[in-house]
């Protein structure tokens, strides 16, 4: 739907003018010949902008937006004067103190003119497009981030850049292995770790500050389907079993080949950082942010911190003890290997995200063959 710019003049002459102007912009333009034809048409539709003149019998312009500054619709609506009689400061003063955005004498000067109203319409199409994008979130799983301030502008341009490269790796390697792969349906899925760019802009009603929208729609198509773990052992008070922690944890691992692989370090490994979809399997981290692309191979410490990070995670949600590793005793579990392993990685035994992953589904798929587990809870 266009956008509607409501003019109001009680001269015909002046409206069809007015129109030759607009001309040039993609909306559509609706008259009103007085102020009281003005109120009622503004009641029924929504307008970008309303141009209105001065001076007109009855209701006059100042009348006219002191009373669509009472009314719920026309509040904010961006107003500008025209005036061939009211120039002087006072009534330009007076037209702002009674919420007009703007003063134009007559006669109108055109481009000066169609300036003021394609900054409103841009305005405008801003947001009707953070509109539709709310709703949208409400019924998907979209994540709308905006900077603090134009000044930060540059953190969400840069979480940007890191999951547009991230996304572009992982389109690369899975065209790779779909060349070598020896089984039809399987796939890397490294693309289920991170959320997808869905628009990124800066947004001028926002004062200059750019908005993000990502997207985990490839992990799950309802918002209520996701949650972060904290919400396991916080908010629903319970814990993981053993073999539930081995599909969260192992998927973790994964993440930590890839992303190292990359030179990327996810640092953000919270506990309200990490989602889970407890019906699919699957694990992702929201908020890049904090990530960094290193310009040279990560050392052995930086990538043991990270294994240790999600490693704590994970303990914690099994009820254990995140600083060595101890988690309580359960039937799933005949021997300690498992426990063994977790020991292990909670010290900071590993350095290498493939050789922990490899490890860790050795050990696993020892002990519990099944390879898929229902999430349960104690």
């Given at each position: 739907m266009k956008p509607k710019i409501l003019i109001v003049d009680d001269l015909l002459e002046n409206l069809i003018s007015l129109?030759?102007?607009?001309?040039?912009?993609?909306?559509?333009?609706?008259?009103?010949?007085?102020?009281?034809?003005?109120?009622?048409?503004?009641?029924?539709?929504?307008?970008?902008?309303a141009i209105l003149d001065v001076q007109m019998p009855g209701m006059n312009g100042y009348e006219t937006l002191e009373m669509m500054r009472q009314r719920k619709r026309t509040k904010y609506l961006p107003v500008i004067?025209?005036?061939?009689?009211?120039q002087s400061d006072l009534n330009i003063i007076k037209g702002i103190e009674t919420g007009a955005v703007d003063f134009i004498p007559k006669p109108i000067i055109p481009d000066i003119l169609k300036g003021k109203v394609q900054v409103f319409l841009d305005l405008y199409l801003q947001r009707k497009k953070l509109d539709m994008l709310l709703a949208e979130?409400?019924?998907?799983?979209?994540?709308?981030?905006i900077a603090k301030s134009k000044a930060e502008?540059?953190?969400?341009?840069?979480?940007?850049?890191?999951?547009?490269?991230?996304?572009?790796?992982?389109?690369?390697?899975?065209?790779e292995y779909v060349k070598k792969r020896t089984r039809p349906d399987s796939k890397l899925n490294n693309h289920f770790f991170f959320p997808e760019i869905v628009d990124s802009f800066v947004c001028k009603?926002?004062?200059?500050?750019?908005?993000?929208?990502?997207?985990?729609?490839?992990?799950?198509?309802?918002?209520?389907?996701?949650?972060?773990?904290?919400?396991?052992?916080?908010?629903?008070?319970?814990?993981?079993?053993?073999?539930?922690?081995?599909?969260?944890?192992?998927?973790?691992?994964k993440m930590l080949v890839f992303t190292h692989d990359q030179n990327v370090l996810v640092r953000d490994l919270s506990e309200n950082n990490i989602l889970v979809n407890k019906a699919q399997h699957y694990v992702s981290?929201?908020?890049?942010?904090?990530?960094?692309?290193?310009?040279?191979?990560l050392e052995q410490k930086e990538c043991s911190i990270e294994i240790v990070g999600v490693t704590k995670e994970v303990v914690k949600l099994l009820?254990?003890?995140?600083?060595?590793?101890?988690?309580?005793?359960?039937?799933?579990?005949?021997?300690s290997r498992?426990?063994?392993?977790?020991?292990?990685?909670?010290?900071?035994?590993?350095?290498?995200?493939?050789?922990?992953?490899?490890d860790f589904y050795e050990i696993a798929r020892s002990i519990w063959p099944s390879k898929f587990h229902p999430y349960t809870t104690k």
């Amino acid at each position: 739907m266009k956008p509607k710019i409501l003019i109001v003049d009680d001269l015909l002459e002046n409206l069809i003018s007015l129109e030759a102007i607009l001309d040039d912009f993609d909306c559509d333009i609706v008259r009103a010949f007085s102020g009281e034809e003005a109120l009622k048409i503004s009641l029924k539709d929504d307008f970008a902008l309303a141009i209105l003149d001065v001076q007109m019998p009855g209701m006059n312009g100042y009348e006219t937006l002191e009373m669509m500054r009472q009314r719920k619709r026309t509040k904010y609506l961006p107003v500008i004067f025209v005036s061939a009689i009211h120039q002087s400061d006072l009534n330009i003063i007076k037209g702002i103190e009674t919420g007009a955005v703007d003063f134009i004498p007559k006669p109108i000067i055109p481009d000066i003119l169609k300036g003021k109203v394609q900054v409103f319409l841009d305005l405008y199409l801003q947001r009707k497009k953070l509109d539709m994008l709310l709703a949208e979130m409400e019924e998907t799983n979209l994540n709308l981030k905006i900077a603090k301030s134009k000044a930060e502008n540059g953190t969400l341009e840069k979480e940007e850049y890191i999951l547009k490269t991230l996304k572009e790796i992982s389109d690369n390697l899975e065209n790779e292995y779909v060349k070598k792969r020896t089984r039809p349906d399987s796939k890397l899925n490294n693309h289920f770790f991170f959320p997808e760019i869905v628009d990124s802009f800066v947004c001028k009603e926002q004062q200059n500050r750019r908005v993000l929208i990502l997207g985990l729609t490839s992990i799950s198509k309802q918002p209520s389907d996701l949650a972060p773990i904290s919400f396991i052992t916080k908010r629903d008070m319970v814990r993981i079993d053993p073999k539930t922690s081995v599909w969260i944890l192992g998927k973790l691992l994964k993440m930590l080949v890839f992303t190292h692989d990359q030179n990327v370090l996810v640092r953000d490994l919270s506990e309200n950082n990490i989602l889970v979809n407890k019906a699919q399997h699957y694990v992702s981290v929201l908020n890049w942010g904090d990530a960094l692309i290193l310009n040279r191979e990560l050392e052995q410490k930086e990538c043991s911190i990270e294994i240790v990070g999600v490693t704590k995670e994970v303990v914690k949600l099994l009820g254990g003890n995140p600083f060595t590793g101890e988690i309580p005793a359960d039937e799933q579990m005949e021997d300690s290997r498992y426990q063994d392993l977790l020991i292990k990685l909670i010290r900071g035994e590993y350095y290498d995200a493939y050789l922990a992953h490899f490890d860790f589904y050795e050990i696993a798929r020892s002990i519990w063959p099944s390879k898929f587990h229902p999430y349960t809870t104690k």
